[in-house]
């Protein structure tokens, strides 16, 4: 089972500066990262994802708490005993040296043969595509290929685990989309586990075998996409990751008499409350518009809006509940929702999720 | 910048001013460089090319000797200050301002902000008791006050070129198993060596071209080229400064280019 | 600021302090440390053959403005003390008026050239700024003497029939130490009129504005911190000026810094030479304070 583990953080905590300025980044985080999984760490600028991987990684120590890279405890170990790799967000390539004295840095520091490090770097370049590069300095480079040398040097040495935080965020959105795919081909390819930070949620979902969502550090919810997408553990995950409809009701049983008037069937969230008052969580995508009145929830058009392949709909439950509902743009007109005009709105039964209350 | 088709920017007589300074900084030096090559010793009336006063100039012990001594003292002093100053720029710089580290950086700066002058009584002040109770008259207190005014001229630019560097790029180095002495050597000095580079070349000029602290703090026979040029200025004017002068322009010259390209290139 | 800091902090501080050790004890030997012997220097009797009696007295001090007259031992004012302060601080400030003048239209043009250009001006600029004093000095030494260049020149044209002198006057003193300061006034101006944004002309003329009355009214104001800079940059080093005064302006035409090296040859009262080397020193640190006050408005204190 435990040797099943890469990484494995134990109620770390992280508390930057001490007295009145004293900022807690990491409020006591436990989480087990699976060897040769890729694992991402999604969450709002400022949630403490990169202070957990300095912990990983070894730049910054916990204010308490454990790191453990296979099973043992490396808490206080300087990071240049860590088999350990980043990949920064800054690609910190060394300037002075050449694209290949880059990549092969790691494997000279650790004394290895000039020929294993030779070899290892024209592998390397192979790997990330950039032979004809590596006699160039990093200044005569584009960002996107920067890029994949700072991957290549971070794999160079073969860590056990690969940090990479929030490499693709410099990049523009195409070269991105391309970066994305191809991070995914090499840790599929070298089988190491990667643990990559984001803020962005589809980037998150796309890549990930499981996805961890942190907030004002604490780690809220961990499981594969699919999980999170459609079984937020809360109401912050929810409308963070895509977005929600929140509707509030009275649940009994499997049924949820809600606010705005009909009773509707639901799931339940792990931790949501069996009974009362609650609030529910709809994906705009999952529920459909339909104008003649018939069973389903009544609502007013507001807004159309527009937006390519999607058009979104803004509507008004009888008890004030704004609800927006995501359709597909037909090919030629508009949805043909006049603004004013009644409708009537259904969905799937388990496409309704109660969530637990807000502690 | 400004739309210049506009002619916005200008202001009547301010082009004319300009080109005046330009021709009246150089003159008197291009006059100076010119009249090194007169065959006649007038500083004033050409009487034909001739490279005379230099073999003259340089067949001149006292000359020759002062010159080998300003290019020992600036060696010297150039080479402690770069070092003082290198380690001094690597411990102020790429971290959390404090109040000591002010504290450094006015120390270092302090003989930029006081006259020449002053600094020079103090230290043949200071370096007379030294003499009466060591009896040492060597060179070291040369290069001991060269060494200490050329910090700051050392320290900026090798200050310059740490605060330019991505803090990261350390970091990634222990990231990449190396321990924190390889981290410097194969890091962080090969990114700071322009910079000293730069700072040794600025501290050795500032050292050659002095001329009021080395008149106070130098013993008897102690002269450098400014000392001796100064000297000989006041007891009669004869063409060979005029030739020991565009030497040492030249190499000034030439540092100071070399200096240029090299803290250019980065940017 | 007192905050306490966490171990890692510390010991960079600690890292800190010990890099800059050395340069500090560098700088206290060769520096910092003698000014304050020579504030107790100023403090002393002067000796016979120079150097000093080890005796507390503010003679020295006194002997800075007063003089005792040597036949019926009346006080009085000491005139000739007096009047190379006032040479000293006259000629400073000429000469930082008219580098003013002359380095603003310079910088101004420097500023307004295209960037190649611009390095390239500013390159010669900054290259007398780096060569040496004394030849500078020199240089214009030679043009100006009864037998140089401008001399004979005119002679040879026939519009003066006798050498003008103009060696050894304080007016070849104001025009060597305008030349040789002139770049430490274009350095600065050039930062701040580059800073200038001259959009702000366009702005000016839109409202009726003249060339004359935009300069008085947009112009000096905004690049007034550069001004500030560059005039402190020129007067420091005039007041304290020695090289100059003493090539071009001989023996009798002394400044400051030439009266205080007399102290410590002939003149062999060192404690006097001490005591005006603090009074330069004073008048130095005050005119960077002011400085400091206004070229940076104040803003520079609030990082210590
Ligand atoms: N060195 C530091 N000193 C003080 N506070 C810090 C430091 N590094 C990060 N923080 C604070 O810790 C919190 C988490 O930061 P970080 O881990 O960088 O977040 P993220 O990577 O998710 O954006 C933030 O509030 C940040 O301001
Ligand atoms: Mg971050």
């Keep these: 089972m435990s040797n099943d583990v890469a990484v494995e953080a134990r109620a770390a905590c992280k508390v930057y500066g001490q007295g009145a300025g004293a900022v807690t980044a990491l409020g006591g985080v436990s989480l ?52 350990v790799n980043t990949v920064f967000q800054s690609y910190a390539l060394f300037p002075h040296l050449t694209v290949a004295e880059n990549i092969g840095f790691g494997l000279k520091m650790l004394g290895r043969p000039k020929a294993e490090v030779a070899e290892t770097v024209t592998r390397m370049l192979a790997l990330v595509r950039l032979e004809k590069m590596a006699d ?54 070298t089988g190491i586990t990667f643990i990559f930070v984001t803020h962005d949620q589809e980037e998150a979902l796309t890549m990930s075998d499981r996805i961890g969502v942190m907030q ?144 | ?60 012990e006292a000359v020759k000797a002062a010159t080998l001594r300003s290019l020992q003292v600036a060696t010297a002093a150039s080479l402690i200050a770069t070092g003082v100053a290198t380690m001094a720029a690597l411990g102020t710089t790429r971290r959390r301002a404090t109040r000591g580290q002010s504290f450094v950086y006015v120390m270092i700066n302090q003989p930029l902000m006081v006259p020449e002058i002053v600094t020079g009584v103090a230290l043949l002040i200071f370096f007379s008791s030294i003499k009466v109770i060591t009896g ?37 180095a222990a990231d990449l198993y190396a321990s924190p002495w390889q981290t410097f050597r194969h890091v962080t000095l090969p990114l700071v060596m322009p910079g000293a580079v730069a700072g040794l070349m600025l501290a050795f000029v500032t050292s ?49 280019t070399a200096f240029f390209l090299l803290t250019r290139k980065r940017t | 600021m007192s905050t306490p800091m966490d171990p890692k902090a510390r010991a960079e501080v600690r890292r800190g302090w010990l890099l800059s050790a050395p340069a500090l004890v560098l700088l206290a030997v060769g ?3 003698p000014l304050l012997i020579m504030l107790v220097y100023s403090f002393l009797e002067a000796g016979q053959y120079g150097n000093v009696e080890w005796v507390i007295s503010f003679k020295a001090w006194f002997n800075v403005v007063m003089t005792r007259d040597i036949f019926d031992g009346t006080l009085g004012f000491a005139d000739a003390h007096l009047t190379i302060f006032w040479r000293s601080a006259k000629l400073a400030f000429l000469t930082t008026v008219f580098c003013f003048v002359v380095g603003f239209p310079t910088a101004w043009f420097i500023a307004t050239r295209t960037p190649s250009m611009r390095t390239a001006l500013l390159f010669l600029i900054t290259i007398p700024f780096w060569t040496n004093l004394l030849i500078r000095t020199f240089a214009i030494n030679q043009i100006i003497r009864n037998e140089g260049f401008l001399n004979t020149g005119l002679l040879y044209l026939g519009i003066i029939k006798e050498p003008i002198v103009m060696l050894y006057t304080d007016f070849a003193v104001f025009i060597g130490m305008t030349y040789v300061y002139l770049p430490l006034m274009v350095l600065p101006l050039f930062a701040a009129i580059d800073r200038f944004d001259m959009r702000l002309l366009q702005a000016g003329y839109d409202l009726y504005a003249s060339r004359w009355q935009l300069l008085r009214h947009v112009i000096v104001p905004v690049v007034k911190p550069g001004i500030i800079s560059g005039s402190i940059l020129v007067f420091i080093p005039a007041l304290g000026a020695y090289v100059t005064p003493r090539i ?50 104040g803003q520079d204190k609030s990082h210590g």
């Excluded at chain 1, 056990?160 to 195409?174: F, G, I, M, R």
């Excluded at chain 3, 102290?263 to 640190?285: E, H, K, T």
């Design chain 3, 248 to 297: 071009l302006g001989g023996g009798r035409n002394m400044m400051i810094g030439n009266f205080i090296e007399l102290q410590f040859g002939q003149g062999r009262n060192w404690p006097l030479g001490a005591a005006l080397s603090v009074v330069l020193l004073v008048i130095v640190s005050v005119a960077l304070i002011v400085y400091t006050r206004f070229a940076t408005g």
């Design chain 1, 216 to 359: 004002a550090g604490h780690l809220l919810q961990v499981g594969d996409p699919r999980t999170i997408y459609t079984r937020p553990a809360n109401r912050f995950v929810a409308s963070f990751i895509g977005e929600s409809n929140f509707l509030t009701g009275t649940l009994s049983g499997s049924d949820l008499t809600l606010d705005a008037g009909p009773r509707m069937p639901v799931e339940r969230a792990d931790n949501a409350p069996v009974s009362g008052h609650v609030t529910a969580a709809i994906r705009p995508e999952q529920i459909r518009i339909s104008s003649d009145a018939g069973s389903g929830i009544a609502a007013k058009v507001l807004d159309t809006v527009y937006f390519g392949t999607d058009t979104h709909c803004v509507l008004a439950l009888s008890d004030g509940t704004e609800i927006t509902v995501r359709l597909q743009s037909p090919v030629s007109g508009d949805v043909g929702l006049q603004t004013g005009s009644q409708v009537t709105l259904t969905f799937e039964p388990g496409a309704l999720i109660v969530l637990p209350e807000v502690a």
């Design chain 1, 32 to 83: 087990v990262i699976r060897k040769g999984e890729f694992f991402t760490l999604l969450g709002p600028s400022g949630c403490g994802k990169t202070t957990l991987l300095k912990l990983i990684a070894g730049f910054e120590s916990p204010s308490s708490g454990q790191i453990l890279l296979d099973g043992q405890d490396i808490t206080f170990d300087p990071p240049n005993t860590r088999p």
């Design chain 2, 1 to 60: 910048m400004a739309d210049r088709s506009f002619s916005i920017s200008r202001l009547p007589g301010f082009a004319t001013i300009a080109v005046i300074v330009f021709v009246l900084l150089y003159l008197p030096i291009a006059m100076l460089v010119i009249f090194s090559f007169n065959a006649g010793d007038s500083v004033a009336i050409w009487e034909g090319f001739s490279l005379r006063w230099y073999p003259e100039a340089w067949q001149n």
């Design chain 3, 31 to 33: 520096a910092s440390g």
């Design chain 2, 208 to 256: 050659l071209d002095d001329v009021v602290i080395t008149e106070f703090v130098k013993s008897a026979g102690q002269d450098t080229l400014p000392t001796y040029m100064l000297a000989q200025i006041r007891r009669s004017v004869s063409a060979d400064i005029n030739a020991i002068s565009t030497l040492l322009l030249l190499l000034t010259v030439v540092l100071l």
């Design chain 1, 136 to 189: 160039r300095k990093p200044v005569q480079l584009s960002g996107g290929q920067q890029q994949r040398v700072a991957l290549a040097r971070a794999l160079a040495p073969a860590p056990k685990v690969l940090l990479l935080d929030e490499p693709l965020s410099a990049l523009d959105l195409k070269l991105r989309k391309e970066m994305q795919i191809e991070l995914k081909r090499l840790q599929v390819e």
């Design chain 2, 136 to 172: 040492y008259q060597g060179l070291g207190y040369l290069i001991l006050a060269h060494a200490a005014f050329c910090t700051p001229f050392a320290y900026l630019p090798i200050r310059a070129r740490l605060e330019g560097m991505d803090l990261a790029l350390e970091t990634a």
